[in-house]
């Protein structure tokens, strides 16, 4: 089993003329393989700052982060190792792909950056993956512009799925998407957290769908933790009274999902032929 220990992180920001900026407060929490993070916010609450952190494109001012029990690496090819157990699928699927490459070129380059698998196998691979996220491998040679924000979200999962990562931090993956295709991109992720028992810290201010996609939520004000729990009972009897407003906020997650939702029974293919 695959452990992430994020430990009493702190993060702050020197601003020029105003002194420095606390965006995270003495943090923690524990991310294990097979297990569903929600953390849930505001803009501004901290919660892409401990994404950037855990991809190492920034460093806590203080605190330890620790994947198995070993610190996160800085540099060489320990980070690299560490990059490939620990993938991100970022909010905007039209800016995190490049418009010049093909989906093809998108899903090889970290097949052969991190060698999954031998150069024979590679085109193999790059089909198995669309498969995997539900789209027809005949889009491996179209550019981004030429698929639908759906599809584009779904070949962002494919890429971080390459590397055959344990954990995956997936922020706001779904917000920049049709309402009519959320659904399916979160099932999508309930799926593959499920069959490849794949540790998931989902970042989103929405706590309709943090209850329904997640075993524990994480509330997050500021910087600070305010409250955490397991999904049921943080929505149902919240403490906090900003997880109050968060929740008043939200959509009424039994009309919004019909019940507690549950995994695409289908190829999910239609779906996004329709976006």
């Known amino acids: 089993m695959t452990t992430l220990e994020f430990s009493h992180v702190t993060r702050r920001y020197r601003v020029r003329g105003a002194g420095d900026m606390l965006a995270l407060d003495d ?15 505001q803009s501004g609450s901290g919660k892409s700052t401990i994404a950037k952190i855990l991809t190492q494109l920034e460093t806590p001012t203080s605190g330890t982060i620790l994947l198995d029990g070993t610190p996160i690496p800085r540099r060489g090819r320990a980070l690299r190792a560490y990059r490939q157990h620990v993938r991100m699928v970022f909010q905007d699927p039209y800016a995190s792909l490049n418009p010049y490459h093909t989906i093809r070129h998108h899903l090889e380059r970290p097949l052969r950056l991190h060698r ?15 498969d995997r996220v539900r789209l027809s491998p005949e889009l491996a040679d179209r ?27 997936a922020d706001e993956p779904v917000s920049m998407l049709d309402v009519s295709i959320r659904l399916g991109v979160l099932n999508l992720l309930a799926d593959l957290q499920r069959d490849e028992n794949l540790g998931v810290l989902y970042i989103t201010h ?27 009972e943080v929505i149902l009897h919240p403490r906090d009274p900003y997880t109050r407003r968060l929740r008043d906020a939200s959509p009424n997650p039994d009309a919004l999902f019909g019940g507690r939702a549950t995994p695409d029974a289908g190829p999910g293919r239609a779906e996004e032929a329709q976006a």
């Open 27 to 41: 943090v923690s929490f524990t991310l294990t393989s097979g297990r569903t993070i929600a953390l849930v916010g």
């Open 206 to 232: 929405d706590l309709a769908t943090a209850r329904h996609f997640s075993d524990e939520i994480m509330v997050l004000n500021r910087g600070v933790v305010v409250e955490s729990g397991p999904a049921d």
């Open 116 to 130: 999954v698998v031998p150069r024979d196998g590679i085109e193999g691979e790059v089909r198995r993956l669309l």
């Open 143 to 169: 550019h981004p512009h030429e698929l639908s924000g759906g599809q584009r979200q779904r070949v962002a999962i494919a890429r971080a799925l390459a590397s055959r990562p344990r954990l995956l931090i």
